[in-house]
């Protein structure tokens, strides 16, 4: 609730009249774009809450198909795990700021330049918020203090994420009598520490050490494409 998403954008053609067409236009724009928290990770933490489904995290487990009883996992054997949602969730909001340019070179070819920029804040994940504390873990024993001083896992979905993505995307076609190509080029660059609301961080006490180069940082993207009318009724594409 009362998640305010201003937007505005503007197109301007600089030679345009209302006797000849413009062939240069450019546009821009701003707005604040949100994702909801989806629902099933509501219906996650509602399976997972200790009580209508248990959950439990083994540590090195000497059994495969003949799991002992759900019961009989705790204490060092196990660690029951529930879901829960943080008292601060809030809808991730993307900050995106666009600028291009568009030039059509009489009526054979149009290319157009935008640049964004993208800034994500309140993004979402997950951290186990009664994780053993730094310095206190001992893989031997797979025992170790945590901040509550019971051995049990809480998960917890958070939105204190963030990213920051800039992006350089050439659109071009070309339009003869027989012949039509069309593609783009883009350039991309994101960094973020978080990958979703299903992913945990390295560091469950600092969410922020994961800071780098994100999932969807894919740098370079390019697409050319085409047709030809061929003699006889014959396309090739």
């Not at 821009?28 to 909801?36: E, K, L, M, S, T």
């Not at 909001?93 to 070819?109: C, D, R, W, Y």
């Amino acid at each position: 609730h009362a998640d305010f998403g201003p937007r505005f954008s503007f197109a301007w053609a600089p030679a345009g009249s209302g006797k000849k067409a413009a062939t240069t236009v450019i546009r821009g724009g701003y707005g604040w774009f949100f994702d909801r928290f989806q629902y099933n990770n509501v219906l996650q933490t509602i399976r997972q809450n200790g009580v209508n489904q248990k959950q439990y995290v083994v540590k090195n487990p000497t059994f495969y198909e003949n799991a002992p009883p759900a019961d009989s996992l705790s204490g060092d054997q196990g660690a029951p795990t529930t879901y829960q949602l943080s008292p601060n969730l809030k809808a991730p909001v993307n900050m995106q700021a666009a600028i291009g340019v568009e030039h059509q070179f009489g009526k054979l070819a149009t290319l157009s330049v935008t640049y964004i920029n993208s800034r994500g804040v309140h993004q979402l994940y997950s951290d186990n918020i009664n994780a053993f504390l730094p310095g206190t873990y001992n893989p031997d024993t797979g025992t170790g203090v945590r901040p509550n001083g019971i051995d049990e896992n809480l998960y917890q979905y958070q939105s204190g994420g963030i990213y920051k993505q800039n992006q350089i995307i050439t659109n071009f076609s070309v339009r003869a009598k027989k012949l039509t190509l069309f593609g783009f080029y883009l350039f991309n660059n994101a960094k973020a520490d978080t990958s979703g609301a299903d992913y945990f961080p390295s560091n469950q006490f600092d969410p922020k050490a994961d800071y780098g180069r994100s999932t969807f940082d894919v740098h370079n993207r390019f697409l050319l494409g085409g047709n030809y009318q061929a003699p006889f009724g014959v396309s090739l594409s």
